[in-house]
């Protein structure tokens, strides 16, 4: 609003003369001046209006001052006053149609969504920006992950809405969101990763991961799925396997409980789990692969060192963590691997985000 009446009050000025011909009728034009009594259109001399000028600062075209009463102001102010309007709204409409320019395109009003809803989340997704050069990608590089093509999956928020409970204060903190879709792309939900300041790792709040949505049976999707997809729990343990396997599709499915019940496209032939190493971890994995309409799909689980793979990533390095990835690679997949040693450079494509 305030961009727009500065761009009517410099059109207004350059056409000050027809604007005080037509507000200040009972004036006259003396030198470089208009001339009346008052804003009010009375005869006499004591409101002065500049007719020529620059367009902003000292002297410019437009302004005015009333020698009797300190008044002061644009052709803006003057046209409020002459036609005794109090809304900014008003003005500017006063403003366009003197003018003749078209009214605005308003906005359409924002639907209420509930929230928590596939609808809020595809909102809050949708008000993120891409997370390169943001503190999403300062987190992730802490964590160890460098290989960041190619994620449309991802966004960051400058300025989360957090709330540690319903009687808490509502806080606002930098957060990393990842889109969570089913099969055809579809956002049903967000996961938010609530970021330290300076992007060093996770806010220093009670529960710095949340997820809202629709999310069993969905995930974070990186790549497009054709007949082999890796999957893990969490989104750090699956962008660290990313960096060694950047060929290979990948989904994270948030937990344990999600990635047993994870719905995945009917045409794979190979399915590697990238399994924590806890009770739950290899409980998850064991059933995804006992579901019975998985039988005529090959399983592999991915074993890491240490707990998951985004801590062999830190503790071991991309070059060792990829050596101990192929060893556990059906041999017509190893083509998924960068040559030893190397860090990830190819490119995979971005699955569509809807």
């Not at 004036?27 to 500049?50: H, I, K, Y």
């Not at 803006?76 to 008003?90: F, N, T």
């Not at 060093?200 to 709040?205: D, T, W």
Request: hydrophobic fraction near 40%.
């Amino acid at each position: 609003m305030r961009e727009d009446a500065a761009a009517l009050a410099r059109r207004l000025a350059r056409n000050a003369e027809a604007v005080c011909r037509h507000y200040l009728s009972n004036g006259r034009r003396e030198g470089r001046w208009w001339t009346v009594g008052d804003v009010a259109n009375t005869p006499g001399r004591s409101l002065f209006v500049r007719l020529h000028g620059p367009e902003a600062g000292r002297g410019a075209a437009g302004k005015w001052t009333d020698a009797a009463t300190g008044e002061h102001g644009d052709l803006l102010d003057l046209i409020a006053r002459a036609r005794g309007l109090d809304s900014l709204r008003d003005v500017l409409d006063e403003a366009r149609r003197f003018l003749s320019l078209p009214a605005p395109q308003r906005p359409e009003p924002r639907v209420p969504v509930a929230a928590g809803s596939p609808d809020a989340a595809r909102r809050l997704f949708h008000a993120g920006q891409p997370i390169k050069g943001t503190l999403a990608e300062s987190y992730l590089r802490a964590r160890g992950i460098t290989y960041l093509d190619d994620l449309p999956a991802l966004r960051f928020h400058p300025r989360c809405y957090y709330r540690a409970d319903e009687n808490a204060p509502v806080e606002t903190w930098p957060a990393m969101l990842a889109a969570v879709t089913d099969l055809d792309g579809t956002i049903t939900g967000v996961h938010r990763t609530w970021l330290a300041r300076d992007g060093s790792g996770k806010a220093p709040i009670a529960t710095p991961r949340r997820a809202m949505g629709r999310l069993l049976g969905n995930g974070v999707r990186f790549g497009d799925v054709q007949d082999v997809v890796a999957v893990g729990e969490g989104i750090e343990t699956v962008l660290a396997l990313r960096c060694v396997l950047p060929r290979l599709p990948m989904i994270a499915a948030l937990s344990a409980r999600h990635l047993a019940a994870l719905a995945l496209a009917s045409a794979l032939r190979r399915i590697y789990i990238a399994q924590d190493k806890d009770k739950a971890g290899k409980h998850a994995a064991a059933t995804l692969a006992e579901r019975p309409e998985r039988h005529s799909v090959d399983f592999v689980v991915l074993r890491p060192r240490s707990h998951d793979f985004n801590d062999d990533l830190c503790r071991m390095g991309p070059a060792d963590l990829a050596a101990w990835v192929r060893v556990q690679l059906a041999p017509e997949d190893v083509a998924h691997l960068p040559a030893t040693g190397s860090s990830a450079r190819t490119k995979s494509r971005g699955s569509q985000i809807a």
